[in-house]
């Protein structure tokens, strides 16, 4: 069975910046067609649960109380790709607008909710090393894919 690499918080693991989850019930088909190895860059970094919401904003990683946490981005985003490596990770499935996880978008960095075009720490991470990243919005897509 193929391994897929999956944001924790699409699981349902409570580890979202709110203390809250992002589940959703097509992991349970997943489930079906997959090993899946939960992670959550952000708590592995060492940040907590709840935590202040965070956006990238340039080359840094900022909370809406103003303080830099990008070393524990960084840091997580790491350990969660060493994860990724250890297990042969070749295909992921991320929480877009996520400032970890994000592929297809993240937040702006100014905290008025306002998208733009860009990656998570993480994302980029894996990108760099020829991972191929879904979106909860292409869990279909994944579920078609054959191996």
Do not use: Q
């Not at 997943?30 to 939960?38: A, C, G, R, S, V």
């Amino acid at each position: 069975m193929e391994k897929l690499l999956i944001s924790a918080c699409i699981l349902g693991t409570n580890c979202k910046y709110n203390g809250k989850n992002n589940y959703n019930e097509l992991v349970e088909e997943l489930k079906k067609k997959y090993e899946l190895i939960p992670v959550c860059p952000e708590v592995l970094g060492g940040l907590s649960i709840p935590r202040n919401p965070s956006e990238i904003k340039g080359n840094t990683v900022i909370s809406n109380r103003g303080v830099d946490v990008t070393k524990e981005f960084n840091l997580g985003a790491k350990m969660a790709f060493n994860i990724a490596k250890d297990n042969n990770i070749k295909i992921a499935l991320l929480k877009d607008g996520s400032p970890s996880c994000g592929k297809n978008y993240i937040y702006d960095g100014t905290f008025t909710k306002t998208k733009i075009k860009g990656y998570g720490i993480f994302s980029s991470l894996l990108i760099n090393n020829e991972i191929e990243i879904y979106t909860e919005n292409d869990i279909e897509e994944l579920l078609k894919r054959t191996v």
